[in-house]
């Protein structure tokens, strides 16, 4: 079964860090690309960034790039998200979530960490 | 990096049909075949309903469709069910490549 677990998320004074993981089990997880979409309290899905199988291809939203961070490590089967100078506007649920393989679609979804950015 | 527009709320009797549009522009929608379309319970995640504009995953009622038609994808659900009643996002690929959902389209079933 697959599992996607995410962790790392917390309260945070505007301009802090944070950084997120996600725990993968129930499949190979260096043969998929993974995403990190986000969700505001009460408003509609984000995607945040991409990161290729092997981590040569990641792309980022214009919203957080220069700020966030996308890595993953193979062999402990994890993908983070560093996220630094952080905004009031980066405070939502955050989903770590699997790429299908087609069409960049998403068929798996974490249940999320929430991050809140608040001084 | 502009959201995808779709309306913010649809609704329909059980058994009926409603569709769903989501409009981009050249660069996203009617620039590829990565359109993918959610469905989102609340307090729920996401939940692929169609892939690559009209694939249905394995396990999702062919009650779901999909289609695109220029810059406009839409998500038709046919002999709809009390447990259709949910958020449905669509997202595409863009030219700048990175990715953009729609606003998200409440369902009401009446």
């Known amino acids: 079964e697959v599992q996607l677990v995410e962790s790392g998320g917390g309260l945070v004074q505007p301009g802090g860090s944070l950084r997120l993981s996600c725990a993968a089990s129930?499949?190979?997880?260096?043969?998929?690309?993974m995403n990190w979409v986000r969700q505001a309290p009460g408003k509609g899905l984000e995607w945040v960034s991409y990161?290729?199988?092997?981590?040569?291809?990641?792309y980022y939203a214009d919203s957080v790039k220069g700020r966030f961070t996308v890595s993953r490590d193979n062999a402990k089967n994890s993908l983070y998200l560093q996220m630094n100078s952080l905004r009031d506007e980066d405070t939502a649920l955050y989903y770590c979530?699997?790429?299908?393989?087609?069409?960049?679609?998403?068929?798996?979804w974490g249940q999320g960490t929430q991050v809140t950015v608040s001084s | 990096q502009s959201a995808l527009t779709q309306p913010a709320s649809v609704s329909g009797s059980p058994g009926q049909s409603i569709t769903i549009s989501c409009t981009g522009t050249?660069?996203?929608?009617?620039?590829?075949?990565?359109v993918s379309w959610y469905q989102q319970h609340p307090g729920k995640a996401p939940k692929l309903m169609i892939y690559?504009?009209?694939n249905r995953p394995s396990g999702v009622s062919n009650r779901f469709s999909g289609s695109k038609s220029g810059n406009t994808a839409s998500l038709t659900i046919s002999g709809l069910q009390a447990e259709d009643e949910a958020d449905y996002y669509c997202?595409?690929?863009?030219?700048?490549?990175?990715?953009?959902f729609g606003g998200g389209t409440k369902l009401t079933v009446l």
């Open positions: 129930g499949f190979t997880f260096r043969n998929y690309n």
């Open positions: 050249s660069s996203d929608v009617g620039g590829y075949n990565y």
């Open positions: 979530a699997r790429d299908c393989g087609f069409g960049y679609a998403i068929d798996y």
């Open positions: 997202t595409s690929y863009t030219s700048s490549s990175t990715f953009v």
């Open positions: 990161i290729s199988g092997a981590s040569n291809v990641i």
């Open positions: 690559e504009v009209s």
